[in-house]
Structures are given as structure tokens and as C-alpha cells.
């Protein structure tokens, strides 16, 4: 049994929102046809149709702090990570966007981490100039009359 034909705007309607990562529900919703009837046409036209799992809503109110920083080479691994998982054909927007924010954080991490091992290394030249200080300043002076 075959439903009714799709008009040229219909499909280049369905085009656009696939292309947006629309999903299968609310395409269908605004087509006014069931969601087989566009995965079909999704088929015959060779468009890529991703299903996706559904979102688990997450919040960052609560920041766990860790107790060890990561090294450079972690934060490195994530970008890696991030960027082998970018790769991957049929992502939908949203996971594009947090695999962006990963590499994005990332990168940070990398540079804010630089600074402070540089703050570190200031650190102890400064606590070793003040112990050399020290000592030099109780070292009885020779005065020359």
C-alpha cells in the first residue's frame, strides 16, 4: 500500500531538515506522514538517516573536582579522543557540538596547565633564591676599619 506522492518542495523540505539533524518525529510531525513513511523516503533519496539514542538531561551544578591534575599527555588523549570520534560519519549536531567542547576545554586545559607548572618552576627558583638569602644574611659580615 503506498500513500500519497511527495511534491518537489516536500522533498527539498525533508532535505533541509535532515541536513538541520531535524528528528525522525518531528519531520514527520510537520509532514503529516508516519516516521517509516519518511525513513523510506530518506532511502530513496540516498539521505543518511541517523537514529539517536534519547538525551539523558545533565547539569553541571555539581563540579567533582579531581584530586591529581591530569597531565599534558591526558588532556592530549581526550583532544585525540574527541578528534577520532569527529570523524566518525552520521554524528547529529548536538554530539558535533559537545565533541567541540571537549577539544575546546582541551586545548585549555593544556595552556592553563603550561602556566602553572611555569608559576611552579617561578616558585621554587624564588623559595631557593630566599633560602640562598638566608644564608647569606647570617654569614657574620667582615668590616674594615
Known amino acids: 500500500m503506498r500513500g500519497k506522492p511527495w511534491t ?19 519531520i514527520a510531525e510537520k509532514m503529516r506522514r508516519s516516521p517509516d513513511a519518511v525513513v523510506k523516503k530518506c532511502e530513496r533519496l540516498g539521505l543518511e538517516v541517523v537514529v539517536g539514542s534519547p538525551r539523558v538531561p545533565t547539569t553541571t551544578s555539581s563540579l567533582h573536582l579531581p584530586k591529581e591534575l591530569p597531565s599534558v599527555e591526558e588532556a592530549l588523549k581526550m583532544l585525540a579522543g574527541a578528534l577520532k570520534t569527529a570523524c566518525q560519519p552520521g554524528l547529529d549536531k ?46 657574620p659580615k667582615n668590616t674594615a676599619s
Open 8 to 26: 518537489l518542495e516536500e522533498e527539498k523540505e525533508l532535505r533541509n531538515m535532515i541536513a538541520q539533524g531535524t528528528s525522525m518525529e518531528v
Open 94 to 139: 548536538v554530539e558535533v557540538q559537545r565533541l567541540q567542547v571537549i577539544a575546546t576545554l582541551a586545548r585549555t586545559y593544556k595552556e592553563v596547565l603550561a602556566d602553572y607548572l611555569d608559576y611552579r618552576g617561578v616558585e621554587a627558583q624564588l623559595l631557593d633564591l630566599r633560602q640562598k638569602y638566608e644564608q647569606f644574611a647570617k654569614k
